[in-house]
């Protein structure tokens, strides 16, 4: 068949591509304005930087209730390489939301530690653009593009502060893993080509279905290959090892950052690939999907519980434990839809999308308090939050609540919502044995959530006080107070006291916007859950 030249001219679908369009184009602004900008305007930066998120997140709103696909192939107007639907309107909302609350805790970090200004707000939006593309990519190529545009920028943001060791190292393993993860991905995609000749999702799920017999093996290869790539992006146990070194060694608020928006891509393309692409092999992956879900949960929490607030272990550290654990959970779904049939599968899904909302609004908010508490003990260690409530009442009720909601405990009720909705996906698909192991983990979870709730309500003596000489091997990396921190040398004992710093300013803007999110979610969890029963593609 051939076609008129007029026929291979596309339009392009502006509106549907608005979201990163706005991201990318506001990167590139900032780094030209920080060129002409002096040091006393370089704080306009950042400010810019918060109103693209917003912006970019108003351009969804067009988008709502709407199917629309750009870059199609000639002659299959189905088979499109972008597509804005229900599920990427929604991932590219929490994207959005997360890399809002990041900049807002940012502005602090980049006046305080003095980093380049321009550099990092181009980066995090850089990062930001390519994890709002990889939900809407409906082609292998355009999933390994945005994957990379949203992992590559991380590098520099990992070891931006000059001479921080511990940033260099955070970066260099998360480096090495990212690379292993696209090379392993690179040769599972070279794979499926060969084995289907098509990189579109559906093309490939068609081809996968009708694929030669000598070709089998290759494209066995093919699915597994891809899988454990994205696997890597998900921190899913085995591969998750770069997780705990590069959250404590990563700025607090590029830590926010890594454990939602880092893991949403992984995640994400997970779901991409398992459900659009390879849902005939749904037999070879769904066990090992429901194998790795359950040693990832068992994992990350036995290794949260390890961190105790009687040695000198990082908040930071537990909080990137925990991040692996929630992994766990937020797979259950992908794994019990494998079983399903039908269209069931793209509902069954929706629960892993509710978790991934809770969870992002909880995570980024106990992340923002920890920001706060850096500034006045830039270790960050978990004895640091000991009678945090009566040095400051509002971050440490905030961060009670957001550990409850975590845990899924009253007043936290939306945590408690979404665990449920998992746990049922698990139970329908016949899973029973992955439901019993999610019950005794969420129980492992609260040990460490509510050893830590209980810490921030009880009396800080002051012999801990005056132990404070310096960050422990576990602490955070940064390695003294950064400006502006409240630390004082007391009169003529050579120890240090701290004194409490009030939660204002765009921190206390982060706290106060995720708490609210959190709380209108646990009295009206339906705006959440409503995803567990619809189909979102």
Known sequence: MTYAAADLVQSVDWVALAPPTVITVAALVLLVADLFLDERRKPLLGWGAVLATVLAALSLLPLVGERRSTFCLVGDPGSCSYTADTFALTVQLLVLGAALVTALISLALVRDAKLPAGEYWFLLLASTAGAVLLPAARDLATLVIALEVASLPVFALLALRAGDRRGSEAALKFFLSSVAATAVTL???SLLYAATGSLHLNRVATGLEEVDPQLETLAAAGVVLTLVGFAFKTAVVPFHFWVPDTY????????????VVGKAVGFVGLILV????FPGRADTWAPAVAVLAALTMTVGNLAAMRQRADTRHSAVRLLAWSSVGQAG???????AAGYASGEEPLRVVGASLSYALMYAAVNLGAFAVVTHVA??????????YRGLFARNPLAAL??????????????????????VAVFGAAVDAGLGWLAVVMALNVVLGLVYYLRWT????????????????????????????EPGSAVRPATGSGVRTRTATPLRGPT?????????????????????LRFASTTLF
């Open 375 to 384: 500034r006045s003990a830039p270790a960050n260690r978990l004895t640091d």
């Open 508 to 528: 206390a803007l982060a706290v106060a916007l995720t708490a609210c999110v959190a709380a209108v979610l646990s009295g009206l969890p339906q705006l959440v």
């Open 187 to 189: 040769m599972g995609i």
């Open 329 to 335: 959970y937020l797979i259950v779904p992908l794994a």
């Open 398 to 419: 905030a961060l009670g609540f957001f550990l409850l909601c975590l845990a899924g405990l009253p007043p936290g009720v939306i945590g408690l919502f979404a665990k």
């Open 454 to 481: 209980a810490l921030l309500f009880q009396p800080a003596p002051d012999s801990e006080a005056a132990s404070e000489t310096g960050p422990g091997p576990e602490a955070d990396s940064a390695a003294a107070p």
């Open 274 to 277: 398992t459900l659009l692409a």
């Open 248 to 259: 404590v060694g990563a700025p607090v608020p590029v830590a926010a950052f890594l454990s």
